[in-house]
């Protein structure tokens, strides 16, 4: 079997550490033997009862692990359209109607939710963005892609000069990092608003990073149509 000498010992050593085999004897014995038997035939190693209930622990870990994936692979939500982003934001927010919540959904490489935060939560009137704070999370969960998503308190379905300088300052951050915003979503009352849909989501830089915090403002609904109307 071939191996990569990195990934062996990362392995051996949670082996050891897990279970309580000494480390030298499972070096010696994956010099001319598979390590993944350890698990698989456990007693190989003569292992005290102690060491074998844990390897038996970890083994039921795994296999536990392993079906859960298989079932988590095919329930998971793509976001293929702005349709589908629409209504699961919808969902989330239609009821919001005492504050505003700013919501950011991280994606893998297939457009594949890893995991949606609240990343702020204020009045009905504003809420404060964290710039900071969404790369910490990109980051930490490795994402190729991102939606936004908040809602309007007021039920304006238009987007706020506010909204758009907000969307243009995420991606200032986030495309030099090859991390795509795929869309801003409103919600309002019972309905939902997407930037890509309308075809005015930024897809490149205007300046650079800025990662001062954000005041992100909900305007008053006459106002807003009075001062900004778009067109599909």
Same mark, same amino acid.
């Not at 970890?58 to 859960?68: D, M």
């Not at 907000?166 to 915003?181: A, M, S």
């Given at each position: 079997?071939?191996?990569?000498?990195?990934?062996?010992?990362?392995?051996?050593?949670?082996?050891?550490?897990?279970?309580?085999?000494?480390?030298?004897?499972?070096?010696?014995?994956?010099?001319?033997?598979?390590?993944?038997?350890?698990?698989?035939?456990?007693?190989?190693?003569?292992?005290?009862?102690?060491?074998?209930?844990?390897?038996?622990?970890?083994?039921?870990?795994?296999?536990?692990?392993?079906?859960?994936?298989?079932?988590?692979?095919?329930?998971?939500?793509?976001?293929?359209?702005?349709?589908?982003?629409?209504?699961?934001?919808?969902?989330?927010?239609?009821?919001?109607?005492?504050?505003?919540?700013?919501?950011?959904?991280?994606?893998?490489?297939?457009?594949?939710?890893?995991?949606?935060?609240?990343?702020?939560?204020?009045?009905?009137?504003?809420?404060?963005?964290?710039?900071?704070?969404?790369?910490?999370?990109?980051?930490?969960?490795?994402?190729?892609?991102?939606?936004?998503?908040?809602?309007?308190?007021?039920?304006?379905?238009?987007?706020?000069?506010?909204?758009?300088?907000?969307?243009?300052?995420?991606?200032?951050?986030?495309?030099?990092?090859?991390?795509?915003?795929?869309?801003?979503?409103?919600?309002?009352?019972?309905?939902?608003?997407?930037?890509?849909?309308?075809? !005015? !989501?930024?897809?490149?830089?205007?300046?650079?990073?800025?990662?001062?915090?954000?005041?992100?403002?909900?305007?008053?609904?006459?106002?807003?149509?009075?001062?900004?109307?778009?067109?599909?």
């Amino acid at each position: 079997m071939r191996q990569d000498p990195r990934h062996t010992e990362k392995f051996l050593k949670g082996l050891t550490t897990l279970t309580g085999l000494p480390y030298k004897k499972v070096r010696q014995y994956v010099k001319q033997n598979n390590p993944f038997n350890i698990l698989e035939h456990p007693r190989i190693m003569e292992p005290n009862e102690k060491q074998l209930e844990k390897i038996g622990l970890l083994n039921e870990f795994i296999a536990s692990y392993n079906v859960l994936k298989i079932y988590e692979s095919n329930e998971k939500i793509t976001f293929n359209s702005a349709t589908v982003a629409g209504q699961y934001f919808l969902a989330l927010l239609g009821g919001m109607k005492d504050k505003e919540r700013f919501m950011v959904a991280f994606l893998d490489n297939g457009n594949n939710i890893i995991e949606t935060k609240t990343m702020s939560e204020g009045s009905v009137g504003q809420t404060a963005v964290y710039p900071r704070e969404i790369l910490k999370y990109a980051l930490a969960c490795d994402c190729k892609s991102m939606i936004l998503a908040h809602n309007h308190p007021g039920g304006s379905n238009n987007f706020s000069p506010e909204d758009r300088a907000l969307t243009q300052r995420i991606v200032d951050i986030f495309h030099p990092l090859e991390i795509k915003v795929l869309d801003h979503i409103i919600v309002y009352g019972t309905s939902y608003s997407s930037m890509a849909e309308r075809g !005015i !989501i930024p897809y490149q830089c205007k300046s650079t990073a800025n990662y001062e915090v954000i005041a992100l403002s909900a305007m008053l609904v006459e106002e807003k149509r009075n001062r900004f109307q778009y067109t599909r």
